[in-house]
């Protein structure tokens, strides 16, 4: 299996402006998260899916957020409209226990 | 709700000499304890982890970590680190939550080692 699948790594946008992120978790894992990494932060959970239904998006940071996953394979994460302050490295992970998540490489958004 | 708490926020050390970073938890349940490794520019890759039965865990890249259930503590070990072990490190811990166990993660710990 290729992992966990993420695109795109990097994305450059201007303020206003719609931002979707992709993800391709690895086959056969029901739950799936959605992490945001910034400097101040650290790592935070934005929301999580189990069997494709979202369980808990308290950590989505405003009602511009929105995460979707309409099948066992894709799942995205939208921003609309983008700020600055959501520049950040968005990372998807998924598994299929507690016994330990495995994490996309992670895009880079950019909002100018 | 359980928390993570890494103690350092950088740790810098001499190739070859040994380290430990260190990580505490608080929970009011049974935990799954885990270190995670990040390396520039790159995904989260687990290190190693603790379910359940031995308290010393070995793990990849010659990592070990041992569980400490009175103190909390989970603390990661190497008896001789290489540069290529600069990086991000990060503590998580997985309780049971309304049937799910979902990873809180600590700040992390920047492993910086020198020549």
């Known amino acids: 299996d290729a992992g966990v699948i993420q695109s795109p790594r990097h994305e450059v946008t201007e303020m206003g402006q719609e931002v979707t992120l992709r993800c391709k978790p690895i086959?056969?894992?029901?739950?799936l998260f959605w992490y945001r990494q910034t400097m101040m932060r650290g790592l935070e959970l934005l929301i999580y899916?189990?069997?494709?239904?979202?369980?808990?998006d308290s950590g989505m940071p405003e009602d511009r957020f929105s995460a979707k996953m309409p099948n066992a394979s894709f799942s995205t994460l939208k921003i609309q409209p983008s700020e600055p302050r959501d520049s950040a490295v968005y990372f998807c992970?998924?598994?299929?226990?507690?016994?330990?998540?495995?994490f996309g490489q992670g895009t880079r958004l950019t909002v100018v | 709700a359980q928390s993570v708490t890494q103690l350092d926020s950088q740790v810098p050390v001499f190739e070859e000499a040994p380290v430990e970073l260190r990580c505490n938890y608080s929970s009011s349940v049974s935990v799954y304890l885990f270190w995670y490794v990040q390396y520039p520019n790159q995904g989260l890759q687990l290190l190693l982890k603790y379910l359940s039965g031995s308290t010393l865990v070995k793990g990849i890249n010659g990592f070990e970590a041992e569980f400490n259930k009175s103190q909390t503590s989970f603390h990661l070990r190497k008896p001789s680190v290489h540069i290529s072990d600069t990086a991000e490190y990060f503590c998580a811990v997985s309780a049971p939550s309304g049937g799910s166990y979902i990873p809180t993660f600590g700040r992390g710990t920047s492993l910086i080692v020198h020549p």
């Open positions: 086959s056969g894992h029901d739950y």
């Open positions: 899916f189990n069997n494709n239904v979202p369980i808990d």
């Open positions: 992970a998924s598994t299929t226990s507690p016994r330990g998540a495995f």
